[in-house]
């Protein structure tokens, strides 16, 4: 055992051994010493020292095996990342060394060559629990994707993996970019993950051959082959299509165009409803999405 189950599994020894020594009339001095045992037990640890673990004690599979119970391959619209959730921080510090060791393995020769896979690791309080994270594409395309497809998943985790890997590769290439591209990708976005398991699965939106097929017969936004990062890649696309200007958008509220829509920026878009950041308008732009107060944001009319 690598992770803090080792605690979990010398407290239930000692446990067992108690219930052993106290016979089948469980004492009330030993009943006292199971329950402490009980209170500070699985989901109830608080103290996770006492154990020890390297990364030099994983191996690819039992990596695998831990990222298809609390991994998360994540797509969100035009953007995709990596994670592991665990309550435990030491395992991730563990992990993200092991991730620094795993090989390059570019699809073609000629692209830019990222550093190692730099996990951050966070606190979320929401969950509590740590978080391990990648969102580098460079990162993504050239060590994590080819890791991971390298390896032979046994859950529907396999289904999530597909599909973000699919949506990685769109990304990487710029197809994000374009109306077509974006509309596939908030196809794939609403199949992915949890959504699959929904209630609501026969109302997701299906993804076809041909509309797959049809996008990729497109010119690649971004030519990767230039030995350019993705971000400079975005960033020159962006200024070709004239950023410094800004962008027109229209602002809509609950359907309807807000007064003064179009905007002539997203910086203007976004201080019309109150926004100190553009981020969120770019993240929410013409995928339909409602942003808080029943926003949506089009780059053409609606």
């Known amino acids: 055992m690598l992770t803090h189950k080792q605690l979990n599994f010398r407290d239930w020894k000692q446990a067992v051994e108690l219930k052993s020594v106290s016979g089948r009339t469980l004492k009330s001095e030993f009943y006292d010493k199971i329950l402490a045992i009980k209170n500070d037990f699985n989901s109830s640890r608080l103290n996770y020292k006492g154990y020890y673990v390297s990364h030099t004690m994983i191996s690819d599979y039992w990596l695998l095996g831990f990222v ?64 391990l994270t990648i ?10 994707d080819p890791f991971f497809k390298s390896l032979s998943f046994l859950t529907r985790k396999a289904i999530d993996f597909r599909t973000w890997s699919s949506s990685l590769y769109l990304i990487v290439l710029g197809y994000h970019v374009l109306p077509e591209g974006k509309a596939l990708l908030i196809k794939l976005t609403k199949n992915s993950n949890q959504r699959r398991y929904t209630t609501y699965k026969n ?100």
């Open 68 to 131: 298809e119970g609390d991994g998360s391959f994540y797509i969100s619209y035009n953007r995709v990342s990596f994670s592991i959730r665990q309550k435990d921080r030491a395992i991730l510090d563990q992990i993200a060394r092991y991730f620094q060791n795993i090989p390059l393995s570019s699809p073609y020769d000629d692209l830019v060559i990222p550093g190692k896979p730099h996990c951050i690791i966070r606190r979320d309080k929401s969950i509590d629990a740590y978080l």
């Open 203 to 302: 109302e997701l939106p299906l993804v076809d051959k041909e509309e797959i097929c049809s996008l990729l017969a497109i010119k690649p936004p971004f030519d990767i082959h230039t030995g350019l990062s993705h971000f400079i890649l975005a960033k020159n696309y962006s200024i070709l299509r004239g950023s410094r200007k800004g962008f027109k958008v229209y602002v809509c509220k609950d359907g309807i165009e807000v007064p003064g829509s179009p905007f002539r920026s997203f910086r203007l878009g976004g201080k019309a409803v109150g926004l100190n950041s553009v981020a969120s308008i770019r993240n929410y732009l013409d995928t339909d999405k409602v942003f808080k107060g029943g926003y949506t944001f089009y780059s053409k009319k609606p």
């Open 135 to 144: 969102t580098d594409i460079d990162v993504l395309f050239q060590f994590i």
